[in-house]
């Protein structure tokens, strides 16, 4: 079953503003994960968020989580035509050696120059 | 060499063919995985193997066997498939390693059966 929901399924944005996508869970997380997938490739790895941290930074992107909520915000400044991608979050769940990945519904995101 | 390949990049296959999928990493990962995923949806977890074993079988079809000879390939056997599994089939590895915690995919394979 879908383990997380993305909101907006689609967002366009001005090439310089920030973009912010949502994520939403269901059950306990070990840590949360961002990818990106340009149009039919395969996923590039963003960033990580433990369950026991509450934001993270790398480059322009900017990542919260709210266990309480089970949610998670994935926020990039300054976008770039570049961005131009599908966003997918991806949990993990909280069992030592747990290996299953399970990914949300993703967000396409659109730069428009 | 933080790369995953997959080969073939595209393949076109008849309802009656058994074809395989090729993925290949040298990074020393244990993990390796299987995901199906179909235009504008998230990919599908198939197949986990840990230590060139199978360690995940999400429920999927005897038509497709996964394989892995050793630690740096894996394989996806197909056979008798039909249209519907049509899609995007991609492959990753994972360093199984404490806290090390990133899931590498190759480009896929897109996968056309008619």
């Known amino acids: 079953s879908q383990q997380g929901e993305e909101d907006p399924q689609a967002l366009s944005i001005q090439e310089g503003e920030n973009a912010t996508m949502n994520c939403s869970y269901k059950t306990s997380i070990n840590n949360l994960q961002w990818y990106r997938q340009n149009s039919g490739r395969g996923l590039v790895h963003l960033i990580l968020i433990r369950s026991n941290e509450r934001e993270k930074h790398s480059g322009r992107l900017r990542v919260t989580l709210d266990t309480s909520k089970k949610s998670s915000s994935l926020l990039i400044t300054a976008s770039r035509a570049a961005d131009t991608a599908s966003y997918f979050c991806?949990?993990?769940?909280?069992?030592?050696?747990?290996?299953?990945?399970?990914f949300g519904t993703g967000t396409r995101l659109t730069i428009i120059p | 060499d933080t790369e995953v390949t997959q080969t073939p990049k595209h393949l076109v296959m008849g309802m009656t063919n058994k074809k395989s999928l090729k993925c290949e990493q040298h990074?020393?990962?244990?993990?390796m995985y299987w995901y199906k995923q179909k235009a504008k949806k998230p990919p599908e977890l198939m197949f986990v193997y840990s230590y060139e074993k199978l360690s995940i079988n999400e429920s999927v079809p005897s038509r497709f066997s996964p394989e892995c000879p050793n630690s740096s390939l894996l394989n996806l056997h197909l056979h008798a498939l039909q249209p519907e599994d049509s899609a995007l089939y991609l492959c990753a590895s994972r360093l199984l390693q404490g806290q090390k915690e990133t899931q590498y995919f190759g480009p896929g394979t897109r996968l056309l059966v008619l």
């Open positions: 990074m020393g990962h244990r993990a």
């Open positions: 991806a949990t993990r769940g909280p069992n030592f050696g747990n290996e299953k990945l399970t």
